[in-house]
């Protein structure tokens, strides 16, 4: 970011997704930007990168940038190879049911550590996460009593 920034004089905040008060709502933003809303999977989809990218920072900057065009809906067009892959039903059309995930990542393998579902979209696979990066991320997302020893 700074040696994009610097040369040109922009000063600049930076923000990150957790930690602070009041959150700010990335996902929401995103769609300002242009992306899609959420899919099945509950999260943007985005057309290059698929499931395999994330918010990890908001730049606030003090001047105008060249635009670029929006990235548009990761989802559009797609037929949802995602839904019927997860084994716990929680990725559905209308949105993702965090409960049910949640219980199946509980008591099931591969749910603890991966994700099918999200393996499963067909937008960017070639950016997947490995499968320990992916197990990284799942693992931090569970609750510290729900992992094994």
Do not use: N
């Amino acid at each position: 970011m700074d040696e994009a920034l610097d040369p040109l004089g922009v000063r600049r905040a930076v923000h990150f997704p957790f930690g602070t008060q009041p959150l700010i709502p990335f996902q929401r933003l995103g769609r300002a930007a242009g992306l899609g809303g959420p899919g099945p999977l509950g999260l943007q989809i985005h057309p290059t990168y698929g499931a395999w990218w994330a918010y990890r920072a908001l730049v606030v900057v003090d001047r105008a940038l060249p635009a670029l065009p929006p990235p548009g809906d990761g989802c559009a067009g797609c037929g949802a190879p995602c839904v019927a892959a997860c084994p716990a039903g929680a990725v559905e059309r209308a949105g993702f049911v965090v409960s049910a995930c949640h219980a199946r990542r509980l008591v099931a393998e591969p749910c603890r550590l991966s994700c099918i579902a999200r393996i499963t979209c067909v937008r960017g696979p070639e950016h997947r996460y490995s499968d320990a990066e992916l197990a990284f991320h799942m693992a931090a997302s569970m609750p510290k009593r729900a992992l094994p020893p």
